[in-house]
């Protein structure tokens, strides 16, 4: 269950001008999927026998429930408002919609809908654990269909037809997932091909997206020419005029079939909602066009999106309310008496609604270039915020994507940044950013494969953001012990040199997540959470562990030696003050009157034994004692127990 497929959420910094906006403004970015998966017998019978440990054990059709129960976990956490369901073809039985509420009938042969399109709950995963794990199957859903006429796929794309239409006819993404190995389902009959490619336009008339996601065995080829040209509808403008390729998932190779699966169905997954839409970007005046923005790699923290009332006999969400009541006489107060205010020189300033909304106008949202700078001069520390990845928008502007394009490709072959001022969102903080381009992700000079191509704004430190840095004094390590590092750094490297945050998700999220899975379907809590942050000790120790122990003698070597310089030094220091006269202060110099001239002190010799008697002299103060001290030509040096003890024993010997 990765944490990468996440929304953005804001920090805790960022402005709060839109924190009442309406969740309707994101209702087009749900997203609503059915399974559509083939129960043939072919898809049913199990994969050859092998001795491989990574070789498949599950048929395709146990993989690819298995696969749908794994992406339920993920959307039910990651997306908790996306739809899905679960839609059988190829089945002897028939079923369509929940018969025993009177919800409709068997109207499609050899279609069983096993999850109706919904926000998945906790039965919905629980029968489907039970299908997956246990093997139980009571209702017979996995028989597959006798005889040779099979299923109509015009019968399926239909029946998707209309449970997108009954239950989610608002969604802005609507996709059908096809998971089969058959690549001719009407061989030879023409009118059963015609009636499914109808049906498939509907489908893409409506909205829908249909994406396969063949399987190929014992060496087999899926022919998408055969049937599913007419069905699946590519883009012929995607990877620079190149229809987007199918990837096939093998089965019996030693590559296991469900890790695949997962795979293609995570690359396929709908776009979060961007961070700011339709941004109008000024070039210069008179030339605008028109980004949207988005934030790909953020921190994910648990968060709460519901409360839930435990007293009943089963769990239920709470709806909650909020009542503002006045302190002293416990009366409900009106949204329309609260003000807001700020206090200033122990004064409330009160303002109004509108009046809070002006103190924060910069002018309106945009991004406006205010001039060009070479990309070496942006230092490495200059990083305060999350960088935005942009995009164009045709929305706005016809023709943004090529002035974005030519300003990406300028920028790269210039080798320079452009600087711009960028408010974001509506009552948004104004930040100056660095439009930076970064290469294309087939490029072996981009350092970051699995980040897209294109613009990026980087946001730059104002004056107050900079701080002054005390440095203290730098020990740099000798050419050998660095030497010594350089085959532990070596052999540590990762493939390319390259890290990829999206492949190590959160632990602390991820066991959050493994505890509301088990409390949801009356699981066993797990014990210990799974952690892919952690070291890989025995690998490391089989690689590097014979170049750290030389490092860490080498390393002990040098800091005795160290040890040894500064105690030396600190000797000499301590000479220097003895052999040092000391300062006369204008107390001692005012005080000489009183002083004996014969020993020259700060202090009569009377007066300084009689002090010794009455145990007086560390009620003196430090710069009086090393005056006296200094007079009678004693070292100075030390804490003020020592200055004392050093005063007494003079007195002790010569008074």
């Not at 409900?332 to 009046?355: I, L, Q, R």
């Not at 997540?513 to 066993?524: F, G, H, N, R, V």
């Not at 202090?603 to 007086?616: G, H, I, M, R, W």
């Amino acid at each position: 269950m990765g944490d990468r497929g996440h929304e953005y959420r804001r920090d805790e910094d960022e402005d709060e001008a839109d924190e009442e906006m309406d969740e309707s403004d994101f209702k087009s970015q749900k997203d609503a999927v059915i399974f559509a998966i083939d129960v043939s017998k072919s898809m049913l019978k199990p994969p050859p026998a092998s001795d491989s440990k990574k070789a498949d054990k599950d048929s395709a059709v146990a993989a690819s429930l298995k696969c749908a129960y794994q992406i339920m976990q993920q959307r039910i956490i990651s997306q908790p408002k996306d739809m899905m369901g679960i839609l059988f073809f190829g089945t002897e039985k028939s079923k369509f919609r929940d018969e025993a509420n009177g919800r409709g009938g068997s109207g499609y042969p050899h279609c069983y809908l096993f999850a109706d399109l919904d926000v998945p709950a906790a039965e919905d995963v629980k029968a489907l654990k039970d299908l997956v794990e246990e093997g139980e199957d009571p209702d017979e859903v996995l028989t597959p269909a006798s005889g040779s006429e099979g299923v109509a796929m015009a019968n399926v794309l239909f029946c998707a037809n209309q449970i997108f239409t009954t239950n989610a006819p608002n969604f802005g993404s609507r996709r059908l997932f096809i998971i089969t190995d058959n690549d001719d389902p009407h061989h030879g009959d023409k009118t059963a091909r015609s009636a499914a490619a109808v049906r498939a336009k509907d489908l893409y008339d409506l909205g829908v997206v249909i994406e396969l996601f063949p399987i190929s065995r014992e060496g087999d080829k899926f022919d998408l020419s055969k049937f599913y040209d007419d069905i699946i509808y590519r883009d012929p403008a995607a990877d620079g005029g190149n229809a987007e390729e199918i990837k096939s998932s093998k089965s019996g190779d030693g590559l296991t079939l469900l890790t695949s699966l997962i795979s293609n169905i995570n690359s396929k997954q709908t776009p979060k909602r961007a961070y700011f839409s339709n941004l109008p970007m000024e070039l210069a005046p008179g030339m605008t066009i028109s980004v949207n923005g988005y934030i790909l790699l953020h921190s994910q923290k648990p968060a709460r999106t519901c409360y839930i009332w435990l007293d009943g006999e089963k769990p239920q969400l709470a709806t909650g309310e909020t009542t503002r009541v006045d302190a002293d006489s416990t009366r409900a107060v009106d949204k329309s008496e609260v003000k807001k205010a700020y206090k200033f020189g122990g004064e409330y300033v009160y303002f109004s609604p509108e009046e809070q909304k002006t103190l924060k106008d910069w002018g309106g949202k945009g991004l406006r270039i205010i001039g060009f700078k070479p990309r070496s001069m942006l230092p490495s520390w200059a990083s305060v915020k999350k960088s935005f990845f942009i995009f164009p928008s045709e929305a706005d502007y016809v023709g943004s994507t090529r002035v974005f394009s030519a300003l990406w490709q300028k920028l790269l072959k210039s080798e320079k940044m452009a600087i711009a001022w960028l408010v974001s969102r509506t009552n948004a903080n104004p930040l100056l950013v660095a439009v930076l381009p970064t290469k294309a992700q087939t490029d072996d000079e981009s350092g970051t494969p699995f980040l897209p191509a294109g613009l990026w704004l980087y946001p730059l430190p104002f004056a107050d953001d900079l701080r002054e840095i005390d440095r203290k004094e730098t020990i740099k390590c000798s050419n050998e012990l660095i030497d010594r590092m350089r085959p532990i750094v070596q052999n540590l490297q990762l493939p390319k040199a390259m890290y990829n945050p999206a492949k190590y998700p959160n632990p602390a999220l991820q066991w959050h997540y493994k505890i509301l899975q088990a409390l949801a379907l009356e699981e066993e809590v797990p014990e210990h959470p799974e952690d892919a942050t952690k070291p890989k000790y025995k690998a490391i120790n089989n690689r590097v562990g014979g170049y750290m122990v030389e490092f860490k003698e080498k390393v002990e070597e040098e800091a005795g030696g160290l040890q040894k310089s500064r105690a030396t030094k600190r000797e000499l220091e301590d000479d220097d003050d003895d052999a040092r006269p000391a300062k006369k202060s204008k107390a001692a110099a005012g005080s000489k009157g009183k002083a004996d001239g014969a020993n020259g002190g700060g202090s009569s010799n009377a007066q300084l034994k009689k002090a010794v008697e009455q145990q007086t002299l560390s009620k003196m103060k430090v710069n009086e004692l090393k005056d006296i001290l200094g007079a009678k030509g004693l070292s100075t040096a030390g804490k003020k127990a020592d200055l004392v003890e050093r005063l007494e024993q003079w007195v002790e010997e010569n008074v």
